[in-house]
């Protein structure tokens, strides 16, 4: 939604909504809600993969008129629940350049009106109880709360930790921890998954993945 990749998964008695975009796009939900017959109020779960403004710019007003449960990990809950995070850093020599910018010269904050959390993760959970095939992952390294979410086995919803938005390459542009990141991509790729949904860009299969952590690895 916006500059920024929302998902609705098809629960029990439901919907789980994975991440909530930038703010004033609580009417596109309802929009593609309303496509299946379903309300803001047939949310049962939101998952933030990761607490920046353009995932979360929307979740307060969401949650309010759903009544959903929040997720996320420990690491990003009490960023969350305060309303604003440092700007990441930059992984490339333009969005270095941003980031410095916004982090030391314009000391500006990513910000967003704060949410109380429901569930708090810390390694792995499981969407079982939510009729749902399927399990979220700790990946940090864009930030170090990151969570992807792997769905039978087959498709993987990975927030920024993948990010598609170049020809050849699904390196995000920012990332606080590089190291972490592969890491992560290590774990995600031990899933086998035949399709990624990242947080920027259109879905894509494994071979642009293993092309990029090819590359990367061998840095």
Request: hydrophobic content about 35%; glycine content about 6%.
């Amino acid at each position: 939604m916006g500059k920024s990749n929302s998902y609705l998964i098809k629960a029990k008695d439901g919907f789980i909504l994975v991440d909530a975009g930038m703010p004033g796009k609580t009417e596109r939900v309802i929009k593609v809600l309303r496509e299946y017959d379903a309300e803001l109020n047939d949310i049962k779960l939101i998952i933030i993969t990761h607490v920046h403004n353009d995932h979360v710019g929307s979740l307060y007003d969401i949650k309010r008129k759903s009544n959903a449960s929040v997720l996320v990990h420990e690491k990003e809950k009490n960023i969350l629940e305060k309303g604003y995070n440092k700007f990441p850093d930059g992984t490339m020599f333009f969005s270095r350049m941003i980031s410095s910018l916004a982090n030391n010269v314009f000391f500006s904050q990513d910000q967003f009106i704060p949410v109380e959390v429901d569930i708090i993760i810390k390694d792995e959970f499981d969407l079982l109880d939510y009729g749902v095939d399927g399990r979220i992952l700790h990946t940090p390294g864009h930030t170090e709360g990151s969570v992807s979410i792997i769905i039978e086995e087959k498709f993987c919803l990975t927030g920024d930790t993948l990010f598609n938005m170049f020809p050849n390459s699904v390196y995000p542009p920012f990332a606080n921890d590089e190291e972490k990141l592969i890491e992560s991509w290590k774990k995600l790729r031990e899933n086998n998954c035949i399709k990624y949904y990242p947080g920027h860009g259109k879905d894509f299969g494994l071979k642009k993945f293993d092309k990029t952590i090819e590359k990367h690895i061998k840095k």
